[in-house]
């Protein structure tokens, strides 16, 4: 199983970033998708959590307003938009596929997002 992000990188605060979600080796739609982060020094933090149509969503109240999770099940990948982006969300923002609520099976590589004052 692999989960591939991407889409991170260097934005000036209020800017945006798409980050992407790549999986393969797994039944993608079989699977509750979440996007996680972790700020240096930080704890890691759920930041938004995907059912598996990708009707119900939830956020971080750190983030609700400001991103958007969606999927698409015909390309194995999940999307997160993120909007208003403050240096606050500084961070390695990486993917979790989960059969069982909040029960994380696999886990992807990072993408740094860096947000600019």
């Known amino acids: 199983v692999q989960l591939q992000a991407s889409g991170g990188g260097l934005v000036q605060a209020g800017g945006s970033l798409r980050l992407s979600c790549a999986a393969s080796?797994?039944?993608?739609?079989?699977?509750?998708m979440g996007w996680f982060r972790r700020a240096p020094g930080k704890e890691r933090e759920l930041v938004a959590r995907i059912s598996l149509t990708g009707s119900n969503v939830y956020y971080a109240d750190s983030v609700k307003g400001r991103f958007t999770s969606s999927r698409d099940n015909a390309k194995n990948t999940v999307y997160l938009q993120m909007n208003s982006l403050k240096p606050e969300d500084t961070a390695v923002y990486f993917c979790?596929?989960?059969?069982?609520?909040?029960?994380?099976?696999?886990w992807g590589q990072g993408t740094q997002v860096t947000v600019s004052s």
């Open positions: 080796g797994l039944t993608f739609s079989s699977y509750v």
């Open positions: 979790a596929a989960g059969m069982v609520l909040n029960r994380w099976n696999y």
